[in-house]
């Protein structure tokens, strides 16, 4: 599909509302994905230092 100008393809042949908000939400769940393993890694690594310091020894 070939497009006359850059607004005719961010209007998407006037599917531009399905078309985009199915971008934004793809977009979204990758994010998610990304971002959920790397904070509950740092909140773990967060914990396990915590406990450390409250185990050691004096």
Do not use: I
């Not at 006037?14 to 909140?43: D, K, T």
């Amino acid at each position: 599909m070939t497009f006359a100008s850059f607004g005719d393809f961010l209007a998407m042949g006037h599917h531009a509302l399905y078309v985009w908000s199915a971008y934004g939400l793809c977009l979204l769940a990758v994010v998610v994905n990304v971002a959920v393993p790397v904070l509950a890694r740092r909140r773990y690594l967060q914990e396990e230092a915590r406990r450390l310091r409250r185990e050691k020894p004096l």
